[in-house]
């Protein structure tokens, strides 16, 4: 069904990160089956469903880990995102995103969310580790 497109499109890249030894967060301003189906399957730590305030709890997550905002790198995927898309250090769009958050994102993926987004976001960022840092994602 779509529910397992969505979740096995984007967990191999989240997982890729997270063997890489990347700290990774969900933060979602969903409730539902769906979100509820992804935290169990990807496990991250820290993660919050139906948030409506996303860049205080982002900052109480920051906190939790000893890094400020400028260390974030974010993918927001509507408008209830500009806040923290303009807040962190890389705010990152999907392609499908709605235009108020490509705008407000520091990069935009060629990729939709469900649809390989999260695994253009990680192999960009792997390769970018893999060159030392040097470079753009």
């Given at each position: 069904?779509?529910?397992?497109?969505?979740?096995?499109?984007?967990?191999?890249?989240y997982f890729a990160l997270r063997r890489a030894g990347w700290r990774t967060a969900v933060l979602t301003g969903e409730k539902g089956a769906l979100p509820e189906r992804l935290i169990a399957r990807l496990a991250p730590d820290p993660h919050r469903l139906g948030c409506k305030k996303k860049l205080e709890v982002l900052d109480e997550f920051c906190a939790a880990e000893g890094i400020t905002r400028a260390q974030v790198a974010y993918i927001g995927d509507s408008i209830h995102d500009l806040e923290v898309l303009?807040?962190?250090?890389?705010?990152?769009?999907?392609?499908?995103?709605?235009?108020?958050?490509r705008k407000a994102a520091g990069w935009v993926l060629e990729n939709s969310v469900g649809y390989d987004a999260v695994c253009e976001m990680a192999e960009a960022f792997l390769a970018l580790a893999a060159r030392g840092g040097k470079g753009a994602p």
């Amino acid at each position: 069904d779509a529910d397992s497109v969505i979740a096995r499109a984007n967990s191999d890249g989240y997982f890729a990160l997270r063997r890489a030894g990347w700290r990774t967060a969900v933060l979602t301003g969903e409730k539902g089956a769906l979100p509820e189906r992804l935290i169990a399957r990807l496990a991250p730590d820290p993660h919050r469903l139906g948030c409506k305030k996303k860049l205080e709890v982002l900052d109480e997550f920051c906190a939790a880990e000893g890094i400020t905002r400028a260390q974030v790198a974010y993918i927001g995927d509507s408008i209830h995102d500009l806040e923290v898309l303009s807040s962190v250090g890389l705010g990152i769009a999907p392609a499908d995103a709605p235009p108020r958050a490509r705008k407000a994102a520091g990069w935009v993926l060629e990729n939709s969310v469900g649809y390989d987004a999260v695994c253009e976001m990680a192999e960009a960022f792997l390769a970018l580790a893999a060159r030392g840092g040097k470079g753009a994602p």
